[in-house]
């Protein structure tokens, strides 16, 4: 609609010889969409400027706490100008930000315009990572004794320590990660896992009578009332609400593939509303993107692979 908009403004322009043209800023989106922690961030930008005398020169960002500013850099040269809007375009790359909500606002000469976006968080559970650094060293099994017999903190993730698959956290698991490190022992026991994602709790039955979401924690889906966010008219499947946990937002109809069963032969794309399996996939930190919208190839796509996992007229922006 905008770009449309710019042709008539251009056309305006030229028929009515007017003084001043405005540009506009036509489009600022997040690449990737819905960015992982780890994963580097670029902003697309695309707009008008007001004439011909305009020229873009490049553009600026700052980091300010939680918002990236970006400032589009452009000058006049003066003179004789035709009365035509200026078409520009870029990627400013925000780096590698944390896990966190973000806004990015972007400056040019003729307005502002500010997008938020989340970077999620994706824990990778490493087995016998006791104390939760993301990596598997003498420090875990030390970690596990001093919470043992010397009142240490408990292991943030219980099924990363629980290194040799029983039931508890107890010294044997200790003994067996040192075996592996020291001794040449079987490796520790992949923790069994319901999620990666939030939006993978989705085939969970919803147990609390209350508005919330899914949380995706050490590889366990735990319910969350929340009535701040569910009830703002956006269902944020991303984040773990669904038709159960959040009815106001979500509509029953609000189907996608969803990556389940991860870690088993079965692991793959499974329908989130009838539970059926689109083809087999290792996926368990990828997540469904609608594109192409409005042609043949629209449907659902793999955010990792890019490969269609199943074509379907779906969420559209």
Sequence with gaps: MKRILAWVLSLACLVTAAETCWGFLEN????????????????????????????????EIEALGGEFVVEILANHQGGQCLDVVVPYAFDADLGVPDAGGYRVTI?????????????????????GDANGDGSLDVADPVFILVFLFAAGAPPPCENTANADGEDDINVTDAVFILNFLFASGPSPFPPLVDCLLAEQCVFAEWPIFCAGHWDCDCGECKSVCDAEGCGDGICDFASGETPQSCP?????????PVCRLIGTKSEGWYDSCTQRRHRWASCATCWAECRFCGSESEGWYDSCTGELIISADCDCP
């Design 248 to 256: 106001a937002d979500c509509k029953p109809e609000y189907c996608r």
């Design 107 to 127: 400056v040019d000469p003729q307005e502002t315009s500010s997008l938020e976006f989340e970077v999620m968080a994706v824990r990778l559970l490493l087995p």
């Design 28 to 59: 600022v989106e997040i690449l990737p969409p819905r960015p992982l922690e780890g994963e580097r961030v670029t902003a697309r930008v695309s707009g008008y400027l007001p004439d011909s005398c305009w020229g873009f020169t490049g553009h």
